[in-house]
């Protein structure tokens, strides 16, 4: 992390290194740029002029998440379709519909139609879960599912035989837009603190009567992989944003690495 | 991050009290001199602003039409400086409100996305020489908690402040932070993130030590800086005891197309050299019914932030269902940033 550094030497060797490996990041907030909302390959947002001199968002130039909302709605539909039973009646309430980004390919609707409709691939009448043999290119992370800690498997979330929903407890279909819908029945608490505003992440405006984008569970968790590596904090890992200046005169940080004193199991005295 | 200095604004020399009373000062005859060199700027706007800026009351003092001449006065000279329409607000606290904030710090990735987001909102100094970002990310170890190593050690090795445990060994998290961490990702297996800003205590004690009185609290809990009567004593920095006002060293470096035009006379209007800053509470969003930009960029839905006098605020559900705790109670400072579990 040198090129952060006061290195004045380095500078411009850092800069070249910067324009020549990151061409998406090197030049900041240019419009058509594109950038992540929450999870990094996931729900990009494409930088646009909403009026002159403001953008509708701006994109941090290390990590390529946005940084900034200019316009928190854009993209959004009311909530009202979303039929939950949350008090947001005193407020407008807003999400972003999951379905356009998931099926940006029309994988989904083309598989659905020509095979997944009940008619050609038979329907599995065992509830014991197998390997999936296909689609590994399609879904790369089907053979990681980390989810359910292997007590649940593909089709106790998705569909039977509609490839383009999620599914309930009696077997009606939910619309990948709600996904709380099917999140909610396993974590219920989860649910409900959602819905009181306790927990996820909300957008716009903070005073009653005030617009508000929601944000549902799929945008900042990966269903298929919620553990995320190492610390399992139910998010992605993902790269920082650069650390403040070091004080003037000061060249690294070991300062504040070091331990006063060192712990038993390193100095080995039992 | 490579430097962005050359869109710095070096033409304009008298933006501030201090320097007009320098450069008067070069004169034998302070004032008539002053208004001499000031009558002689090329650009006659702009010489009558930073006169009439430099003999403005305080802020508080200010009648409403004082307080919009003020402002239209910045307005003018921030246009021409950025070279796009900026606007100066200056929106009174909302009736029945009063702001908190709380943060879960068991959900803190210590991305640093909000100490970004807030400099990109609230116009700070950025670059090598001058930066200044208002929030900062403590990166915390955790320790280690065993029964057997309770049992079998005798007093602490560390010194670090022990929190969980008991006296005998250092277990739980160990309160020695660090600010320069730099992992590849996180959040980091052994870690916690603490950010801290401004508390906006509701017992100041940079408001009680200020000399000029030109920080002050707002009737919504906000504590506010008057820049421009600001002495730069530092007097504030010293009482904070949450590291939270910076001082602008030199001449703040904010480029022009990096500028947000939206801002608010006590907050987030481009500071000058020689003046204490820090966080307003996004005083020129909230106060418009808007969420801060920490509390919208944070990408784990970590920050929370509302009307502590609604008992239907979210704020408030999270005071009354989640464990939750203010930085050094002890002080009796009462901030009305909270910290909570899950
Ligand atoms: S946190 Fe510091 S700067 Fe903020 S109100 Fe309290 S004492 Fe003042
Ligand atoms: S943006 Fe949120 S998760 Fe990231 S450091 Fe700030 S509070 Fe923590």
């Not at chain 2, 490579?2 to 320097?19: F, G, I, Y």
């Not at chain 2, 000062?25 to 090329?42: E, F, K, Q």
């Not at chain 2, 329409?85 to 929106?91: A, C, E, K, P, S």
Request: hydrophobic share 30%; proline share 6%; charged share 25%.
């Amino acid at each position: 992390m040198t090129c952060y550094r006061n290195h004045q030497t380095l500078f411009g060797l850092c800069l070249l290194l910067f324009l020549f490996t990151s061409p998406l990041l090197a030049t900041e907030n240019q419009t058509d740029q594109e950038c992540f909302e929450s999870r990094d390959g996931m729900s990009q947002v494409r930088v646009r002029e909403i009026s002159p001199g403001l953008v509708n968002v701006k994109c941090s130039s290390t990590t390529g998440g946005v940084l900034w909302w200019g316009d928190p709605f854009a993209g959004t539909i009311p909530m009202g379709d979303m039929d939950i039973e949350a008090d947001y009646s005193n407020e407008e309430a807003v999400v972003k519909p999951r379905e356009p980004e998931l099926d940006k390919n029309k994988m989904l609707t083309i598989c659905s139609m020509a095979c997944h409709d009940g008619n050609y691939v038979p329907i599995p009448h065992s509830k014991t879960p197998r390997p999936l043999k296909m689609h590994l290119d399609t879904v790369p992370d089907a053979m990681n599912l980390k989810h359910g800690k292997g007590n649940i498997w593909c089709l106790d979330c998705h569909h039977l035989v509609e490839r383009t929903k999620l599914i309930d407890n009696f077997g009606y279909s939910i619309s990948f837009n709600q996904p709380q819908k099917l999140c909610g029945k396993c974590h219920g608490q989860v649910y409900r603190a959602w819905r009181d505003g306790l927990h996820g992440k909300r957008i716009g405006m903070w005073d009653k009567g005030g617009k508000k984008r929601w944000w549902v569970c799929t945008e900042c968790h990966n269903p298929h992989d919620v553990e995320q590596k190492e610390r399992n904090s139910g998010f992605a890992q993902l790269r920082p944003e650069p650390a403040p200046n070091l004080p003037k005169g000061m060249v690294n940080a070991d300062h504040e690495r070091m331990h006063h004193g060192a712990h038993p199991d390193e100095t080995g005295h039992e | 991050m490579p430097k962005q200095d050359s869109s710095k604004t070096k033409d304009n020399k008298l933006t501030s009290r201090r320097d007009f009373l320098r450069s008067a000062g070069n004169y034998t005859v302070a004032s008539l001199s002053g208004a001499a060199m000031l009558l002689s700027d090329p650009k006659p706007a702009k010489a009558n602003v930073t006169w009439e800026e430099h003999f403005q009351k305080n802020y508080r003092l200010m009648t409403d039409e004082e307080k919009q001449e003020a402002i239209e006065r910045l307005e003018t000279r921030y246009s021409e400086e950025y070279g796009k329409q900026v606007t100066v607000d200056g929106t009174p606290s909302i009736e029945g409100v009063l702001f908190g904030y709380a943060l879960n710090i068991q959900k803190c990735i210590g991305c640093r996305r909000c100490v970004k987001a807030c400099v990109a909102e609230n116009n700070q100094s950025r670059g090598d020489e001058q930066q200044i970002e208002w929030i900062r990310v403590l990166r915390m170890e955790k320790g280690k908690f065993s029964e057997a190593d309770r049992d079998q050690h005798g007093y602490p090795e560390s010194f670090g402040v022990q929190v969980g445990g008991n006296a005998y060994k250092p277990a739980g998290v160990v309160l020695e932070g660090q600010h320069y961490y730099e992992p590849e990702q996180v959040p980091e297996k052994d870690a916690f993130y603490f950010p801290m800003q401004c508390m906006q205590c509701e017992k100041p004690p940079c408001v009680k030590v200020c000399p000029v009185r030109t920080t002050y609290r707002d009737p919504d809990g906000i504590v506010v800086i008057d820049y421009n009567w600001c002495i730069g004593c530092r007097m504030c920095i010293g009482a904070c005891p949450y590291w939270a006002r910076r001082f602008n060293w030199g001449e703040p470096n904010l480029p022009k197309e990096e500028m947000n035009p939206v801002t608010h006379y006590l907050g987030n209007r481009p500071r000058m050299k020689g003046v204490v800053e820090k966080c307003s509470f996004c005083v020129q969003r909230t106060r418009k019914g808007r969420w801060t930009a920490c509390v919208e960029v944070c990408p784990v839905g970590a920050r929370k932030f509302g009307n502590l006098l609604d008992p239907n605020s979210e704020i408030r559900k999270v005071l009354a269902k989640k464990k939750v705790f203010r930085l050094r109670a002890d002080l009796n400072t009462y901030p009305k940033f909270f910290y909570y579990m899950d």
